[in-house]
C-alpha cells in the first residue's frame, strides 16, 4: 500500500464512474477539496481509498484489495476520531476496509440542477431579511453572529478559508445581525460544484433554505455552473427544498455509516 500524492489523483479517476463520485473526486483532482489517497500498487493502482479529511471515506477499484487500506484507515481517520463516517464503496469493500467495524447501509439521493422554478423568488423575502453574497460581502457576513458555524462548514470541506475566498461562492439569509440560513459551493470543479446548506433551528420553517438556494442556483445559471444537490433519502425536508427550487433526481444509491473510532 502506497500514499498518493495529491497532484497524482488523477490517476485514479478512472475507477469512480457513477455521477455523485465523479463530481467529488473531479474536485479533489481540482485541489478544491482535501483528500488523502492510499492506492493498492503506486505502480499500477488498481484500487483506492480517499479520505476528505472529515466524515467520508471513498473506496473504489478491486474490491479483493480494499484490506490492504485498513491498517491506514485505523491509523489516519480513526485516530482523528471524526465520529460518524459515510463509507462510499461496494459491500465487500467497504466491510474489508473497515476491519469488521459495523456498517448500517443507508440510501441517498442526488439530483442535478435544472430551471429555477421559482424565478420571483426575491419579492417571498420576510420583511427584515436580506440574502448577501459570501465572497463579495464577506467582510459584513463576517461579522454576523453564527458565522462561526458556516466557517466552519466551509473548512470542514476546502483546503482553507482563504481558498474557498478564491475559488469558491455561496450565500447566506440574515437580518443584518445574525445569519439564519446558508447556501455554500463544496466540490468545485470545472463548470460543475456541490451544494452545503443549512438553516439555524430556530430559523427553520419559513423557506429561508429555498429562498437561498435560489439566490446560489441563479449565480451559478448566470456563470455556466451546474449545482448538484446530494442528501440523505430520508431528509423529506432537504429532499423537498431541491424539487421546489428545480433540480432533477438522477440517482438513488447507497452507501455505509459507521463510527470511528
Keep these: 500500500m502506497d500514499e ?3 497532484r497524482d489523483l488523477h490517476r485514479v479517476r478512472h475507477l469512480f464512474d457513477a455521477e455523485h463520485l465523479a463530481l467529488v473526486i473531479d474536485a479533489m483532482v481540482a485541489g478544491n477539496s482535501p483528500a488523502t489517497a492510499w492506492v493498492d500498487d503506486g505502480a499500477r493502482p488498481r484500487a483506492v481509498a480517499i479520505w476528505d479529511g472529515a466524515h467520508s471515506l471513498y473506496i473504489a477499484g478491486s474490491a479483493d484489495r480494499a484490506g490492504e487500506f485498513s491498517v491506514a484507515i485505523s491509523r489516519t481517520v480513526a485516530s482523528a476520531r471524526p465520529g460518524l463516517v459515510k463509507v462510499y464503496a461496494s459491500q465487500d469493500a ?3 476496509a473497515l476491519a469488521g467495524r459495523p456498517l448500517d447501509r443507508r440510501e441517498r439521493v442526488f439530483f442535478r440542477g435544472g430551471k429555477l422554478l421559482i424565478p420571483g423568488w426575491r419579492s417571498r423575502l420576510p420583511a427584515g431579511l436580506r440574502i448577501s453574497s459570501i465572497g463579495d460581502e464577506f467582510g459584513q457576513v463576517s461579522s454576523l453572529g453564527d458565522f462561526a458555524d458556516l466557517s466552519a462548514e466551509i473548512e470542514s470541506c476546502w483546503p482553507s478559508m482563504e481558498w474557498f475566498r478564491r475559488t469558491g461562492f455561496g450565500f447566506c439569509a440574515h437580518d443584518g445581525e445574525t445569519i439564519a440560513c446558508w447556501c ?7 463548470g460543475r460544484c456541490g451544494i452545503g446548506i443549512e438553516t439555524v433551528p430556530a430559523c427553520r420553517g419559513r423557506g429561508l433554505a429555498t429562498l437561498t438556494t435560489c439566490a446560489f442556483v441563479d449565480y ?10 446530494d442528501s440523505w433519502s430520508g431528509n423529506v425536508p432537504s429532499v423537498a427544498v431541491a424539487e421546489k427550487v428545480g433540480f432533477r433526481k438522477v440517482e438513488t444509491y447507497s452507501t455505509f455509516v459507521t463510527h470511528l473510532p
Design 220 to 229: 451559478c445559471a448566470a456563470r455556466g455552473i451546474t449545482p448538484h444537490w
Design 94 to 96: 467497504a466491510g474489508a
Design 184 to 190: 455554500t459551493a463544496e466540490y468545485v470543479s470545472d
Design 4 to 6: 498518493l500524492p495529491g
